[in-house]
């Protein structure tokens, strides 16, 4: 099911659980849940807002240069996993924040896996000293 208002797409299960994606804030998520819930009432089923969680947050960001993805997952092996024939970016796994980040040549990132906003700036101050470290000259 979709709304336009925030824009959102949510799933929703058999269980009576629902997944909503595409919010832009957790406010906006909270809302849509709440609206995709109301909805669910007026087909005439029993539904009740309860047990709101925000389980994924994802953010994106360009550092404006480029990376040598190789001497990063060389110098930092541990933490990634990079193999360009599969999939153009490096997988970096850190562990405080559990954050997932997707950094690609260009410089653009992925962050994935936070559960609240903060996580996402700090994994994304932590990475950023090391992305330096591998800049293409």
């Given amino acids: 099911m979709r709304i336009r208002e925030p824009k959102t797409t949510a799933l929703i299960f058999a269980s009576g659980k629902m997944v909503v994606t595409g919010a832009k804030s957790e406010d906006d998520s909270r809302l849509a849940s709440r609206k995709y819930a109301r909805i669910i009432q ?15 947050i994802v953010g994106s960001c360009d550092v404006k ?28 796994r850190m562990l405080k924040p559990k954050v997932v980040l ?18 996402i700036y700090t994994a994304f101050n932590v990475i950023y000293p090391v992305l330096r470290e591998y800049k293409k000259p």
């Fill in 42 to 56: 007026k087909l005439g089923f029993d539904a009740k807002f309860t047990e709101f969680k925000i389980q994924n």
């Fill in 65 to 92: 240069f480029p990376i040598r993805l190789e001497g990063l997952h060389y110098g930092h092996g541990k933490f990634s996993s990079y193999e360009p024939e599969l999939f153009p970016g490096l997988i970096y």
């Fill in 102 to 119: 997707l950094i690609f040549v260009s410089g653009k990132i992925v962050l994935t896996g936070a559960k609240v906003r903060e996580e």
